[in-house]
């Protein structure tokens, strides 16, 4: 490869993530870079960064670490090469860069700052690093100094990152309906789609290549009562005017090839005119419907009324609804998994396996792994059922999502482009569908993954299980930065999330208070009592007034009892009244931070604590658990006392539940 001139071709040399173009593996060394000074620098370059454990670099003792450089970043790398040649010309300085100074380099990128933002001006000052690290390894000279010593690239460019990722979230304005119609479209419309794409497929294997003596079975057929000519729907067709017959359509109904429609009812012969009037005739009738003849779902629409979601299925309508099955299958894995559009797309068939005893998809980890290697993703059964449309609908012989075109040249799909297909006809269709407007705004595959972390990130001791689903894996515990910045709130949610949170706490309360009410123990601890304290005067006020569930409900909500369900317990603490809460003793509390702090929370001393018939299990395994470490021969004192105060407080939570005191 090195000896190409022209075009570095990575294309079944480096495995091309399969939402690539191929031609985004590939460098072109044309312009600047075909002259041969230059054009040399560049493949050196790109070999360095493609092949960091090259032998030769070893030998010189230069270490650029393990991994090869993604070949879209190096693509990247040359453009910034680009772009200092062409400052270094308008420059006048000389084409041998071994003449070159810091001061000229740094000079370029001060030029720059005008041009470009704090992100791009980054990648540029590091890659003249970069090359001050390889100088000794090229063949041609260059500045061997680091011409900012001790700064990184974002310093330097003064790119300043406060953590906050730049993805935004699906406005829930946009989620709600969209995730709803991509479900309707894989559980409901589905089956109408393939029955209506079998039917089609049959009546073209059953065509015949003649159209002679069909006379006789014409007549048959117009005289059945159940016949009905098929024609084309147009929204925009005149009412008081029949609609278009569907020749081609007729005459595979009529089993001869749609390609012979003239032959059979054209207007070259008094023969096949006489047919075509009476096929006319017959629309003029009534005698019609739009498209193939299936039956349809029936959905209420917009206006109150019921009826098919569809006005009928021509030919190529059928081709555009297997591409919309497609994309719907694409919308809803990508919301519901929190996979990238790259890991997507490597979805390959029979990928819908069993993980931990949970169903989960097995696809390819691309972002940040040259090894590829293969990773889970767990899933609920609507993200399986998705799949398997998809596989249905794809032609591809191990890709699940792939172009559905006869002959494509290429692959790959543009995730993006799928979005925007699938919500254009939904909108197009709501009148016969009866589904949801999907309000404009952007939608992009990265927004899902986005939205659904912060979703997720509702939930107690969600943090762990969000860096497993988001492949972010960091020795702490299995979440990092990354983490949170997917779940960080977002504006557009707030208020949304506030009710629906508020709402399913709610729901759970109720289950505790008719659980007591049934005489059933609701937990322990002195959280618990306060607990059965409030409901029992619930209870009475109900009685007292003779009230129903409405009653009851009426006044559970107005018994301001402020409750958080978590792993370890659940928590009663009230921020009207935070008096008594331990993990707010002696506590710096972060600016701006409302409600308890979870990594603080002691539920064997803490008086708003409610440990649950739920949390009974985890408690006493993990007591047995501490105790069977303390027989380890040999341990560390300072280990042994870790050991003993974990056993020592679940043995707290323990003797909270029967009864007892230490």
């Known amino acids: 490869m090195f000896g190409d001139t022209e075009v570095l071709d990575f294309n079944g040399v480096v495995r091309k993530p399969a939402n690539r173009h191929p031609s985004w593996w590939k460098i072109r060394l044309a312009g600047d870079l075909a002259e041969p000074r230059w054009n040399l620098l560049a493949r050196e370059v790109v070999m360095i960064l493609a092949n960091p454990q090259h032998e030769q670099l070893q030998a010189s003792g230069l270490h650029f670490g393990f991994d090869p450089w993604d070949i879209g970043t190096i693509n990247l790398n040359m453009s910034c090469l680009r772009g200092l040649i062409e400052r270094a010309r308008k420059d006048g300085l000389p084409d041998d860069p071994a003449y070159w100074s810091e001061a000229d380099l740094r000079q370029r990128i001060k030029a720059l700052k005008s041009d470009v933002g704090p992100p791009t001006l980054t990648r540029h000052v590091a890659f003249v690093q970069k090359m001050a690290a390889f100088a000794p390894a090229l063949s041609c000279g260059w500045p061997a100094g680091n011409p900012w010593p001790g700064k990184l690239a974002a310093q ?121 009037a009476k096929v006319l005739r017959a629309v003029a009738e009534g005698r019609y419907a739009y498209g193939l003849p299936v039956e349809l779902t029936e959905v209420t629409r917009p206006d109150g009324s019921t009826g098919p979601w569809h006005p009928g299925f021509d030919l190529y309508e059928l081709s555009r609804l297997a591409t919309i099955l497609r994309n719907a299958s694409f919308v809803l894995v990508a919301a519901l998994s929190m996979m990238r559009d790259s890991e997507l797309q490597e979805i390959a068939r029979g990928s819908v396996v069993e993980h931990f005893n949970a169903p989960a998809i097995a696809s390819t980890l691309v972002k940040g792994h040259q090894a590829r290697p293969r990773k889970h993703w767990w899933i609920s059964e609507p993200v399986a059922e998705a799949i398997t449309v998809a596989e249905a609908v794809s032609p591809h012989p191990s890709r699940v999502f792939a172009p559905l075109q006869p002959g494509a040249v290429n692959e790959e799909l543009d995730g993006g482009d799928m979005v925007d297909s699938f919500i254009a006809f939904v909108n197009a269709g709501r009148a016969w569908s009866g589904l949801e407007l999907i309000p404009k705004g952007k939608v992009r595959p990265h927004m899902f993954r986005r939205t659904m972390a912060m979703l997720t990130d509702q939930f107690a001791g969600s943090e762990i299980a969000l860096g497993m689903q988001l492949k972010h894996i960091a020795t702490r515990a299995l979440a990092n930065r990354s983490t949170r910045s997917y779940a960080a709130p977002d504006a557009s949610w707030a208020k949304h999330l506030d009710h629906a949170v508020h709402a399913a706490r709610f729901r759970r309360l109720k289950d505790l208070y008719q659980v007591h009410g049934r005489g059933e123990e609701i937990g322990f601890g002195p959280g618990a009592e306060r607990l059965k304290g409030v409901f029992d005067q619930i209870m009475a006020t109900v009685k007292a007034r003779h009230g129903d569930a409405r009653v009851e409900d009426d006044l559970l909500g107005k018994a301001g009892i402020t409750i958080r369900f978590g792993a370890l317990n659940n928590c009663l603490f009230d921020e009207r009244n935070p008096a008594g809460a331990v993990c707010l003793d002696n506590a710096i509390i972060p600016e701006g931070h409302t409600g308890p702090l979870e990594d603080r929370c002691r539920p064997d001393r803490c008086p708003n604590s409610v440990i649950g018939i739920e949390h009974m299990p985890l408690y006493d395994a993990h007591h047995r658990t501490q105790l069977k470490l303390l027989q380890t021969p040999g341990l560390p004192a300072c280990r042994k006392a870790l050991i003993t105060r974990e056993a020592e407080r679940a043995e707290a939570v323990l003797n909270n539940i029967r009864g007892t005191s230490a």
């Not at 079998?198 to 007549?219: C, F, I, M, N, Y």
Request: proline share 9%.
């Open 156 to 276: 330097v460019a003064k790119d300043v990152r406060d953590g906050t990722l730049s993805t935004k979230a699906i406005p829930p304005e946009i989620w709600f309906p969209l995730v709803r119609a991509a479900w309707t479209y894989i559980h409901t419309f589905a089956p109408d789609i393939f029955r209506a794409l079998r039917q089609a497929e049959q009546l073209r294997t059953a065509a015949g290549p003649s159209a002679a003596g069909k006379d006789a079975e014409v007549d048959a057929w117009l005289a059945d009562p159940a016949s009905k000519v098929p024609c084309h729907y147009d929204p925009e067709w005149p009412e008081d005017q029949p609609p278009e017959v569907y020749w081609g359509m007729l005459m595979l109904l009529l089993g001869v090839e749609d390609r012979h429609h003239g032959s059979l009812f054209g207007r070259s012969s008094a023969a096949s005119r006489r047919r075509r």
